[in-house]
């Protein structure tokens, strides 16, 4: 079956500017989850959405980054104003959701964000 | 700060030998997950432990959980060069988020 889906795979863009990253998650994964990656370092928790509940925003670096998930499927990350330091791997991972214990996470190919 | 810390941060040996990479963390777990990530298949689960359990299998893979001592391993047997790629642990506490650390990068010459 298909598998957690990003686009764009690649976008540059000029410090200031807005980006839109998008992501499909895999059908009837009711838990997405951003995290963000750079060069050589661990997974960054971004935010988090279980079904219609409230988003766990808590790994937001700041309130340039917003995130919203239409209709319980795909989810849009939107950071406004770049800078330099928002450069990295941007990935999107679904998971069965639900009150138990974390399921593991399928991940999407992610999208490499580079400002100029 | 990571709540998992992955030892060694680069390993390399040779395809046939068994390779160990370890992961400590801080906080009480409900589960740890091990994922390993290559620019071929991205980042792709491996296992998952439970906290009420002590040691898992999964064809050549063996991962153990110390929860007395906050520390797990991973142990690859009969390694391959395909096994090259970096190894994260993840640690789950509560029922939302996992927290990662920043990776074993393990090389596997032929």
């Known amino acids: 079956g298909a598998g957690v889906s990003q686009s764009p795979s690649n976008k540059v863009t000029e410090k200031g500017k807005d980006v839109e990253l998008r992501c499909d998650p895999i059908s009837g994964h009711t838990a997405l989850y951003w995290y963000r990656q750079s060069l050589g370092q661990g997974l960054e928790f971004l935010i988090y959405f279980q079904g219609n509940s409230a988003p766990d925003k808590s790994g937001l670096p700041s309130d340039r980054f917003s995130a919203e998930r239409t209709g319980g499927s795909v989810s849009t990350l939107t950071i406004q104003r770049t800078q330099q330091e928002d450069s990295a791997v941007y990935l999107c991972?679904?998971?069965?959701?639900?009150?138990?214990?974390?399921?593991?996470?399928?991940f999407g190919p992610g999208t490499r964000l580079t400002v100029t | 700060s990571q709540q998992g810390e992955e030892d060694p941060q680069a390993l390399s040996i040779q395809e046939g030998e068994n390779a160990t990479m370890n992961c400590s963390y801080k906080t009480s777990i409900n589960n740890l997950q091990w994922y390993r990530q290559n620019s071929g298949r991205g980042l792709v689960h491996l296992i998952l432990?439970?906290?009420?359990?002590r040691e898992k299998h999964s064809g050549r893979l063996r991962v153990t959980l110390d929860t007395s001592k906050k520390s797990s391993s991973l142990l690859i047997t009969a390694s391959r060069a395909a096994d090259t790629a970096s190894y994260f642990c993840?640690?789950?506490?509560?029922?939302?988020?996992?927290?990662f650390g920043k990776g074993t990068m393990l090389l596997v010459s032929p």
């Open positions: 432990i439970r906290s009420n359990e």
């Open positions: 993840a640690t789950g506490i509560g029922y939302s988020t996992l927290t």
């Open positions: 991972a679904s998971s069965l959701g639900g009150a138990g214990p974390i399921y593991e996470q399928y």
